[in-house]
């Protein structure tokens, strides 16, 4: 079973500054990290494999730096890892980035089975794990939270939905997006850390894959973005303060005549 | 042949509409004024009820598109999209939005990717610009902390998936008249790979928080799983759900799909109230769009106060208790 996990490098954005001057990102000094929720992807795959023999190749479209969420995700236990980075890759759009990540998994070899992450935590679309699909024409399940059975040839996954979940069956190869239920993710071993050392992880640029030009970085891009703002995020309220017994009930009176303002009850 | 029209798309479930399947006729009834164009309604699925279908057009649709058939009862992304291709195709809309559900959300990046479409990801704000009459998407990213604009200026149609809830369905309009054109489902577009086995209704708590008007959350200051029952006894008597912040859901007092924020959901309800929750980014990222934000913190220098609306500085358990008490009364 040879599986392949698209992970993403994300700034760590527990802590994200703004520059309210620009509304951008102060990137200074913030740490990247793998994307949480790709964690889940990665940690299903090794599930897998574990179980049922086979690789997992972990794949970044990013810059060099991105290396080290490769060597990480090795050190959780990945086989392998490729990183795809090129300066004609700068400025893609999910549309482009899926486009490269395709061509990129190609290049991989035979593939039984791609786990993405439901979603970036920068970008938050969760289009790209949905696009591979369509563009390598594999059977899609989206928001997947539980694989309940996995033969050589088909699948079978429980999915989220609004009202609950649903059952699906897939044959292989096939693309999952998986959501946070699926698993809890491992942490790295001291072994695995060792073993990510001395894994060699290859860059494919745009001379090793076969794409074309028009399709890359901004110029394959469909979106453009038009301007960044900054939210405000104070909205004023009224806050009351609980001392005793006397401001307990004052507040929670006040708080029952400010719904019934708003019409909530 | 030009590129014209806006499209939303409805959303079927057990012979009838989504809600969402309207709240997208008020965003397009908008776009489609300023562009003076038609507003079509597609939907895709299996038999759904009469008056529900004249409601898309009471509602603010010019025209429903209708493709029925029993093989498209449930939603199979391939199928969905390669339907949903066919009719671009054809008809060569201008602009195609669907909700940011589970299925909007797979159905629209499996078209896009395929016809090299634009597509921009839960927007907020839906708007024309001036000059050029391209359509502006606004949503929020980076965990809440930057709004963009984007907008697709040289592909076409323009896509893209609207946050549920961030709109309300126009009244019904017993006088508004539109047609209803009903598209035969050519059976070569059926892609039989994927098997739907079973749906599994969720129990109460796995009721969907993004569609309720009303979120009760709470958070570590909730101390231990048996005070949620206090959340759920005033989210019963609002007709609301309730929700979680990470931590709460990390102890395992509530389940992960009622995570509101960065990793879990982003809820925009009339009402959404904060117990014991100290308003992390990732936290506001979830809710911060919410009509009304109701919150009680012993802290005062709490984050959660800055996005509040009506804050109240003390003990969740002389609070919450009490409020329960007196609203038992009210709502009676
Ligand atoms: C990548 C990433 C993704 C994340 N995603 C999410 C996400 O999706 N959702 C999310 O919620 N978090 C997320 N987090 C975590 C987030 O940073 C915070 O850790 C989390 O939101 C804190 O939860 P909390 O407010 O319940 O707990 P705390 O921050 O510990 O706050 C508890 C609050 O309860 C108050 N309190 C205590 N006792 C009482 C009492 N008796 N009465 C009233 N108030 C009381 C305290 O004053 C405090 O403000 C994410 C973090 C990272 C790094
Ligand atoms: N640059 C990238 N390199 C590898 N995988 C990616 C990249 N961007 C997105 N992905 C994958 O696609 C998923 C959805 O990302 P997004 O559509 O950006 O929210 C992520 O969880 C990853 O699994």
Redesign the pocket.
Known sequence: MNIV?????VPETSNVKMDPETGTMIRDGVESII?P??LY?IEIAIQLKEKFGGKVTA????PPA?NKALKEAIAMGCDEGVL?SDRKFAG?D?WS??YV?VKAIERIGEVDLVV?????T????????P??AAAMNLPLATYVSKVESLTENSMTVERLTEEGYEKLQLPLPALL?VVKEISYPRLPTLRGKQRAKITDIPTYTVADLDVEENNLGLKGSPTRVVKIETPKVTRGGKILKVVDDQSLNEAVDNLIAFMKMKEII | MEYKGVWTIAEAYEGDLKAVSFELLSRGRKLADELNEELVSVLIGGKVKEERVNELIKRGADRVIIVEDQLLDRFIVETYSNVLIDLIKSKKPEIVLSAATVNGRTLM?HVAMKIHAGLT?DCTELGIEEKTGNLLQTRPAIGGNILATIKSPDSRPQMATVRPKSSRPLEIDETRTGVIERVAFQKNLFDSRVKHLETIIGGEDDVNIQESDIVVSGGKGMKKSDNFKMLYDLAHMLGGVVGASRDAVDRGWAKYPQQVGLSGKTVTPNVYFAFGISGAIQHLAGMKTAETIISVNTDEDATIFQVSDFGIVGDLFEVLPLLNEKLAKEVK
Do not use: F, S, Y
């Open positions: 996990v698209p992970i993403k490098q994307n929720l790709d992807a794949v970044t479209m990013g991105a795809v893609a999910t980035t899926a990540l993405a992450g439901e979603r970036a920068d970008g938050d679309t969760g289009q790209v794990g696009n591979i997006t | 990046p990801a």
